[in-house]
């Protein structure tokens, strides 16, 4: 065995890894409002905007500082778009927009984004929270949802696995110096 060999299995490696590793996943690409908007309009609606087609069944819920979840009372998802209608303008406030979607790829994402709304509207109805407050979350964070059905092939990391566990066998052989 040579380096040579060495150096193919790595390609090997390579191809084989790289694939699965850089399969993008769906991000948020931009919204209305945006991260860190304040709005001087009424806010009745919800444009979340990503970075490829996305599957049914996404959502978005709000949260303001006194922990009021507002769910929107329509949620509409065509390609990349996500459109969120509430059923009441905001009144006036921070919120922080909790979004869930399937990207094109099978896989769950989840995120946020935070806003302001200083539209004069005041929130006067409102009674005092009925939610509990949950774990803040970190800020305009994007990752994947805790998985619970395996979407992307399993087998793909099983080769890859075994392929992994071979070329450290086989570096192994190579770099044990043979006693002299
Ligand atoms: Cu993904």
């Known amino acids: 065995m040579n380096r040579k060999w060495i150096r193919y299995i ?3 490696l390579c191809i084989w890894l790289v694939p699965s590793l850089t399969w993008a996943h769906t991000h948020l690409k931009q919204s209305t409002p945006g991260d860190g ?3 001087s309009q009424p806010v009745q609606k919800l444009t979340l905007v990503f970075e490829e087609r996305i599957e049914q069944g996404g959502s978005v819920e709000l949260r303001d500082d006194a922990g009021h979840t507002v769910k929107p ?6 390609g990349d778009t996500l459109e969120a209608t509430l059923g009441s303008a ?12 399937i990207g094109l790829d099978g896989h769950p994402m989840q995120g946020s984004f935070h806003f302001e709304v200083k539209a004069g509207k005041t ?7 009925t939610v509990p407050k949950q774990q803040p979350t970190p800020h305009h964070d994007q990752h994947p949802a805790p998985v619970k059905r395996s979407t992307s092939s399993p087998v793909i990391w099983v080769v890859a696995l075994l392929i992994l566990s071979a ?14």
């Not at 929130?123 to 929270?129: E, G, I, L, R, V």
């Open 10 to 12: 790595g390609l090997c």
């Open 73 to 78: 009372s329509s949620v509409k998802i065509q």
């Open 123 to 129: 929130s006067t109805s409102q009674k005092p929270p």
């Open 167 to 180: 070329a450290v066998i086989v570096g192994w052989l190579f770099w044990r110096k043979p006693k002299a």
């Open 90 to 101: 905001l009144p006036d406030g921070n919120y922080t927009a909790q979004w869930k979607i």
């Open 37 to 39: 908007d304040t709005v």
